[in-house]
């Protein structure tokens, strides 16, 4: 079945794949943006992100040179921000020590932040010709119906299996078609839900279609319920401006600028809450006032509804007791410093609301 599979496959992709900005060509950095922008992101968003990005910082260099503040502006929608952190670290240690080159070794390429056995083994067979067989979640549908492979194919021993499966599968010489063409097939054919079968190239290859089971598979072990939390936010003001905390570089959103405020404790008023972590935070003393706005987000482990209070300083001076950095800014400034989704909408509705009295 391996040649048969293989060779329809990829006779398939070279047909039918789609025209995207980062194929046709054999850029090792291009392709290693790009794997690392659709990481959990759909393709259509990432288009206009990856073009934007490659005018910014066309090569490792320019990405290494770069000022943090714009490397993250121009991710920012894209979230899971340390992908871009992580990003910026590899091309300084790529132009300090590979001579700004990605190294065309997959044990080397897994060595660097950010780039897991998914990422190397993709730039080493699209950048590098070499035959490293990927294992993503469209992979894994597709094997889990082509075989069929009955078990969970979220978990540590599936992922194992699963990516040796993969690796066999995959014809020598020709590593980035396969997987190219492998990804493709799940995202335009061997869809989640109603799978288009009937134009599927192995789908007289595949056991879930004969067996009529495509619905079934693949099976996913059952998540946790994900949590749900309540945080507040201050937007303080004085004289026309508001006041903007920057996040600390380790954790959730690092190095992003927010309004600041934080979690809502059992028993606490959103006022009680906001008074304490402002001061936990910047060390000063506030009086609530009227709602701005209620905001829901959701994270990959949990869900947040944040409610953005109108507040004043009334006693105190800023210290930088947890955010790493703290400046007034007027509302016509606050687009230029990256955000988070949930406070990027808060500055809007800020600009939108146009001035207020501080």
């Known amino acids: 079945m391996k040649n048969e599979f293989t060779a329809l496959l990829i006779d398939w992709y070279e047909h039918n794949a789609r025209n995207l900005p980062w194929r046709g060509h054999s850029?090792?950095?291009a392709i290693w943006v790009s794997e690392i922008m659709l990481q959990q992101t759909?393709?259509?968003?990432?288009?206009?992100?990856?073009?934007?990005?490659?005018n910014l910082?066309?090569?490792?260099?320019?990405?290494?040179?770069a000022p943090e503040d714009c490397v993250l502006k121009a991710w920012e929608g894209l979230g899971y921000?340390?992908?871009?952190?992580?990003?910026?670290?590899?091309?300084?240690?790529?132009?300090?020590?590979f001579n700004g080159k990605l190294p065309a070794?997959?044990?080397?390429?897994?060595?660097?932040?950010?780039?897991?056995?998914?990422?190397?083994?993709?730039?080493?067979?699209?950048?590098?010709?070499?035959?490293?067989?990927?294992?993503?979640?469209?992979?894994?549908?597709?094997?889990?119906?082509l075989l069929p492979y009955p078990e969970a194919v979220n978990t540590p021993?599936?992922?194992?299996?699963?990516r040796s499966i993969a690796q066999n599968l995959l014809p020598p010489g020709r590593a980035g078609d396969y997987n190219q063409a492998m990804?493709?097939?799940?995202?335009?054919?061997c869809l989640p839900r109603n799978p288009k079968c009937s134009e599927c190239p192995v789908s007289m290859l595949c056991a879930a279609f004969?067996?009529?089971?495509?619905?079934?598979?693949?099976?996913?072990?059952?998540?946790?319920?994900?949590?749900?939390?309540?945080?507040?936010?201050g937007v303080l003001h004085e004289n026309g401006r508001v006041l903007i905390a920057r996040r600390p570089v380790n954790g959730l959103l690092g190095g992003l600028w927010e309004f600041p405020g934080g979690k809502v404790e059992a028993g606490e008023s959103h006022a009680q809450a906001l008074t304490r972590e402002l001061e936990e935070e910047l060390g000063i003393t506030t009086e609530t006032g009227e709602l701005l706005g209620r905001y829901n987000h959701a994270y990959t482990h949990f869900k947040v509804t944040l409610y953005a209070y109108h507040a004043r300083v009334t006693a105190g001076e800023i210290k930088l007791l947890q955010a790493s950095e703290a400046r007034w800014v007027d509302l016509t400034e606050l687009d230029a410093y990256p955000m988070g989704k949930i406070d990027r909408m808060i500055s809007r509705d800020l600009v939108k609301a146009g001035d207020f009295d501080g």
């Not at 759909?42 to 490659?54: E, H, K, S």
């Not at 952190?85 to 790529?94: E, G, V, W």
């Not at 021993?157 to 699963?162: C, S, T, V, W």
Request: aromatic share 8%; net charge positive; with cysteine.
């Open 210 to 233: 004969k067996e009529n089971c495509q619905s079934t598979l693949p099976v996913m072990k059952e998540k946790a319920a994900v949590p749900h939390i309540t945080v507040t936010a």
């Open 57 to 65: 910082f066309p090569d490792i260099a320019a990405l290494a040179a």
């Open 105 to 145: 070794d997959f044990d080397a390429l897994t060595g660097l932040p950010g780039i897991g056995p998914y990422t190397a083994a993709a730039i080493a067979s699209i950048a590098f010709g070499l035959d490293r067989a990927v294992l993503d979640g469209n992979v894994k549908r597709v094997l889990a119906r």
């Open 42 to 54: 759909r393709v259509d968003t990432v288009i206009p992100y990856f073009n934007r990005w490659m």
């Open 157 to 162: 021993a599936a992922e194992k299996e699963l």
């Open 81 to 97: 921000y340390s992908r871009a952190r992580s990003m910026q670290k590899t091309a300084r240690i790529l132009s300090r020590d």
């Open 27 to 29: 850029d090792p950095y």
């Open 183 to 189: 990804m493709e097939l799940g995202a335009l054919i």
